[in-house]
């Protein structure tokens, strides 16, 4: 069966997206009510069979000069079937997301997904900054304040 995608929040299978992103190396242990506010305040596409959920991307943007691309994954058993293009091309072609003055990721080890749509390497990397948390979604309680 082929596979379609959907910006239709409303079709989108929160427990399976949930289930999956707790187990990844960048969301682990991802609270699902954090799963859920970030997909309300992004553009988050869905890949489909038939009703089924198999696959999800999600873009935290301003729908007007920049975009991150995030979150992205395909089930197991329908991967290799170019799910994961499929989501990338109609991310890329979305009306919301024209003209824009830069789109970002961060991945681990599939560069080679990402390149064939023409993303490459931060030209200029240390004219970036970030603070990171690692470990946020895996603390239970916040640390004691120090005396
Ligand atoms: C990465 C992932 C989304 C690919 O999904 P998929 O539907 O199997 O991918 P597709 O069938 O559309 O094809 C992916 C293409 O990118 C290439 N590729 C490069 N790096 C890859 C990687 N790390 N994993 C999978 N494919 C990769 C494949 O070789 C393939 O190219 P080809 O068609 O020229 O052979 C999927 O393997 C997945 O969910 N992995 C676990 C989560 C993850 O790592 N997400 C990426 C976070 S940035």
Known sequence: MQYQITTNQ???????IHDFLRSTYW?????RSVVTRSI????????????????????ITDRATTAYL????????HRGRG???????KILAHRELQGL??????TEDAHGLYAQFGFKPLPQPDHFMTIAFPNVYEKKSAPPLSR
Do not use: T
């Not at 409303?10 to 399976?16: E, H, S, V």
């Not at 995030?70 to 058993?77: G, R």
């Not at 799910?83 to 091309?89: E, G, P, S």
């Not at 003055?101 to 961060?106: C, V």
């Open 10 to 16: 409303r079709r989108f299978d929160i427990a399976m």
């Open 27 to 31: 969301a682990k242990g991802i609270p």
């Open 40 to 59: 309300r305040n992004s553009l988050c596409f869905g890949a489909f069979q038939g009703s089924a959920q198999v696959g999800f991307a999600r873009v």
């Open 70 to 77: 995030a979150d992205v994954f395909v089930l197991p058993e």
């Open 83 to 89: 799910v994961a293009k499929l989501l990338v091309a």
């Open 101 to 106: 003055w830069r789109f970002i990721l961060a």
